[in-house]
């Protein structure tokens, strides 16, 4: 969740405001004459989000495809509900050890960007 600042708001509070942002993690978008204008996050949110876009560079290696990433939710609801045929535990089991590889790939990737 944004909260919304003007920056004369930011300008009186900027101290109270930045432990704010560091404390809770919540993101300040500044406006300036009533548009969006920037967006204070801490540095821990900020060197995730890049992690994240480096990782995604990387390529579809690095993710798993909506297309799977929903079938497995599917599977995975079913699973709980008791209700998935032997064909399906094995689909479902051959999705989880696709997303345990792609989490290994990124994982051994984190350690080299960082």
């Given amino acids: 969740m944004s909260v919304k600042v003007s920056l004369p708001q930011?300008?009186?509070?900027?101290?109270?405001?930045?432990?704010?942002?560091?404390?809770?993690?919540?993101?300040?978008?500044?406006q300036r004459?009533?548009?969006d204008w920037a967006v204070l996050v801490?540095?821990?949110?900020?060197?995730?989000?890049?992690?994240?876009?480096?990782?995604?560079a990387l390529g579809p290696a690095y993710r798993l495809p909506l297309r799977k990433q929903a079938r497995a939710e599917a599977l995975l609801a079913a699973n709980a509900r008791g209700s998935l045929s032997r064909a399906q535990r094995r689909e479902l089991k051959a999705l989880l050890r696709e997303s345990?590889?792609?989490?290994?790939?990124?994982?051994?990737?984190?350690d080299q960007l960082r």
């Fill in 100 to 110: 345990d590889a792609i989490m290994l790939r990124r994982a051994m990737a984190m």
């Fill in 33 to 35: 004459d009533g548009k």
């Fill in 42 to 56: 801490s540095a821990r949110q900020w060197r995730q989000r890049k992690l994240g876009q480096h990782l995604d």
């Fill in 10 to 30: 930011l300008q009186d509070r900027l101290p109270e405001v930045l432990d704010q942002v560091v404390r809770t993690g919540e993101e300040y978008v500044v």
